[in-house]
């Protein structure tokens, strides 16, 4: 078998696998497609999803679904103000009969971890969060000890509520691969919800996407091939957030430089690209097109820009500056 048919083999495989997945999930959860491809995203690109959305939006039902579906090990941790970091982590206790400590580990030790509200911890709190995050261990006593891998985590933040919450570092915003926007349903998904709430409806699901068949997954979206063109793009369109180190460009990226205190870091360009070569992949293609590259650049960036009081004070969110780089960076 010639390398061309492998590949094709591994791609039909990786399309079946995601269509799969995509079924079983809506099975349960009505809508939301936008959700759906931010969890399995994340998951093939070995990232981490922060999802933002008002309460009432299936966000932990949607983590839910998905460690079902791939008979992952699944926790779910409330983050709250008196939270302490042993609560996530685990912690030492004493082993009379031995006389020796010995760890009892936490419940960041599982394959799909909901950090709920994630918001609402204290600084020492995110701190281990972030240890597990990036290095995939955590800390006990004077001891190290690995995460199971796939290690994901998947953490929530309500929007409106500030009242007793603690604003993430960027440096662990920049931990997350994606921030997916949660919206409400339309009319006739609210319809559909309401009638399966009042039904009592409980809808199983099938186990469809396993540690193998992840793997599979993130095989396929490595043989997607990318232009360097397209690579020169994503990194335009990070830079171009960067307002002390944007090239000169056309007056519109001049503009949007005064709605920017601090712009993206090079971690955002890895994330672009291989976000992109998964959106490829999701939409069937073994090669990435510019349309890749703009789809994924919102979810990708909103979360890294640190906006100036200018854009605060003319109504201008993330989404909007980054809709404004798009439209005036130049496609490849």
Same mark, same amino acid.
């Given at each position: 078998?010639?390398?061309?048919?492998?590949?094709?083999?591994?791609?039909?495989?990786?399309?079946?696998?995601?269509?799969?997945?995509?079924?079983?999930?809506?099975?349960?959860?009505?809508?939301?497609?936008?959700?759906?491809?931010?969890?399995?995203?994340?998951?093939?690109?070995?990232?981490?999803?922060?999802?933002?959305?008002?309460?009432?939006?299936?966000?932990?039902?949607?983590?839910? @679904?998905?460690?079902?579906?791939?008979?992952?090990?699944?926790?779910?941790?409330?983050? @709250?103000?008196d939270l302490l970091p042993?609560?996530?982590?685990? @912690?030492?206790?004493?082993?009379?009969?031995?006389?020796?400590?010995?760890?009892?580990?936490?419940?960041?030790?599982?394959?799909?971890?909901?950090?709920?509200?994630?918001?609402?911890?204290?600084?020492?709190?995110?701190?281990?969060?972030?240890?597990?995050?990036?290095?995939?261990?955590?800390?006990?006593?004077?001891?190290?000890?690995?995460?199971?891998?796939?290690?994901?985590?998947?953490?929530?933040?309500?929007?409106?509520?500030?009242?007793?919450?603690?604003?993430?570092?960027?440096?662990?915003?920049?931990?997350?691969?994606?921030?997916?926007?949660?919206?409400?349903?339309?009319?006739?998904?609210?319809?559909?919800?309401?009638?399966?709430?009042?039904?009592?409806?409980?809808?199983?699901?099938?186990?469809?996407?396993?540690?193998?068949e992840i793997g599979l997954?993130?095989?396929?979206?490595?043989?997607?091939?990318?232009?360097?063109?397209?690579?020169?793009y994503a990194v335009r369109?990070?830079?171009?957030?960067?307002?002390?180190?944007?090239?000169?460009?056309?007056?519109?990226?001049?503009?949007?430089?005064?709605?920017?205190?601090?712009?993206?870091?090079?971690?955002?360009?890895?994330?672009?690209?291989?976000?992109?070569?998964?959106?490829?992949?999701?939409?069937?293609?073994?090669?990435?097109?510019?349309?890749?590259?703009?789809?994924?650049?919102?979810?990708?960036?909103?979360?890294?820009?640190?906006?100036?009081?200018?854009?605060?004070?003319?109504?201008?969110?993330?989404?909007?500056?980054?809709?404004?780089?798009?439209?005036?960076?130049?496609?490849?």
């Amino acid at each position: 078998m010639s390398e061309g048919q492998r590949d094709e083999g591994l791609m039909r495989a990786a399309g079946e696998l995601t269509q799969r997945a995509r079924a079983e999930m809506a099975r349960r959860i009505v809508g939301k497609d936008e959700v759906v491809t931010g969890i399995l995203m994340g998951v093939v690109a070995s990232g981490h999803v922060l999802l933002e959305g008002v309460p009432g939006l299936a966000k932990t039902l949607a983590a839910k @679904t998905f460690a079902e579906i791939s008979g992952l090990d699944y926790s779910r941790v409330q983050f @709250t103000p008196d939270l302490l970091p042993a609560d996530i982590t685990g @912690t030492l206790i004493y082993d009379q009969s031995s006389g020796r400590f010995t760890p009892r580990k936490g419940p960041l030790f599982a394959n799909v971890v909901l950090a709920d509200e994630v918001n609402r911890a204290p600084a020492k709190v995110q701190s281990a969060l972030l240890e597990a995050m990036e290095e995939g261990q955590v800390t006990i006593g004077d001891t190290s000890y690995a995460l199971p891998e796939p290690f994901f985590v998947l953490a929530t933040q309500n929007p409106i509520e500030h009242e007793g919450t603690y604003p993430l570092p960027e440096a662990q915003l920049d931990r997350f691969i994606l921030k997916v926007v949660a919206s409400y349903p339309s009319a006739e998904e609210e319809s559909a919800i309401v009638s399966r709430v009042a039904n009592r409806e409980t809808v199983p699901v099938s186990k469809v996407l396993g540690a193998q068949e992840i793997g599979l997954l993130r095989r396929a979206a490595e043989s997607v091939r990318v232009d360097e063109s397209l690579v020169d793009y994503a990194v335009r369109l990070v830079r171009a957030t960067r307002p002390a180190s944007a090239p000169p460009g056309p007056q519109a990226l001049r503009d949007v430089a005064r709605w920017l205190e601090y712009g993206a870091s090079p971690r955002a360009s890895i994330h672009l690209y291989r976000c992109a070569r998964i959106h490829a992949l999701f939409d069937g293609r073994a090669h990435v097109l510019p349309d890749d590259v703009k789809a994924c650049a919102p979810a990708v960036l909103r979360h890294r820009l640190v906006l100036s009081y200018q854009a605060e004070a003319d109504g201008i969110d993330a989404d909007s500056v980054v809709a404004a780089i798009l439209g005036a960076t130049a496609l490849p």
